[in-house]
């Protein structure tokens, strides 16, 4: 079965170049939730930047409270301006959409489109979008993915196992979450200047049967997990490295510093 490395590297000013991981390609989706304190920095490592609908009016209103001492129109046009807006437009309101128009982010209304959530259409349009790259080496990182209401936090899960061949990370203040699938081992290089030593292993979809771990002070060998049995909540990182071996889908999350 084939390696996959994780690492939150996106969260450190400078991405390090000396490790012996592939080197990944960012793009940033916008949701429509309070912007986590570090959106500055995921915006500054990602190549393509998108807002899911009404994400956009958080762009709009919460970028500039970044930058207190600097002219809010200048942040918003030519620092901190999305290649494209995408979703159902039932949520971003019209002088926020009228601005974005006037400087070029190209709009793309898919209110046709009710099957599917705003963050999916946009996860959508960046694979259809990066076809130049090794897809593998794809990361979506998905800003206010969590928190608010639940049934959007539970849409936000569900696009990882809609796209569970490409890597997507769900974001907010507190955490991270993103999906370990089953075709692969993981190996989970621990950032630990900001993120732990707070994580859990959830099982996503159906049960898992077999579960080990090695980094984590309660590791699991060969372990059943699943909903009304064993989920390993509330576990905490021992090191700079956790391994994953699973025979079903699982999510990984891990705490955020407060820095």
Known sequence: MDLMHHSSAFL??????????????????????????FTPLLWMHARLHLCADGGANRLFDEMPLFFPNENASDVRRSRYKPEAIKGDMDSIRKDVLDFYKSIGTKI???????????????????????????????CILVAGALGGRFDH?????????CFSS?????????????????????????????????????????????????????NLDNTEMNF??????????KGEKVTVQSDSDLLWTISIKKL
């Not at 450190?12 to 304190?37: C, E, F, G, K, M």
């Open 166 to 218: 490409l890597r997507i990370v769900l974001l907010s203040n507190d955490s991270l979450i993103y999906l370990l699938p089953r075709t692969h081992c993981h190996e989970i290089h621990i950032e630990t200047s900001v993120e732990g030593p707070h994580c859990g292993l959830i099982p996503l979809g159906m049960p898992s049967r077999s579960t080990t771990t090695t980094g984590l002070q309660w």
């Open 108 to 138: 793309i209304d898919k209110s046709h489109d009710q099957d599917t959530t705003d963050l999916h259409k946009c996860v959508t349009y960046i694979r259809d979008s990066s076809q130049d790259l090794d897809q593998s080496n794809l």
């Open 228 to 237: 009304g049995g064993l989920v390993s909540t509330s576990n905490i990182v």
């Open 153 to 161: 936090e539970v849409g936000n899960l569900n696009v990882l196992c």
């Open 12 to 37: 450190l000013p400078s991405i390090p170049s000396d490790r012996h991981l592939p080197p990944l390609t960012y793009a940033l989706v916008v949701l429509n939730q309070s912007l986590p304190r």
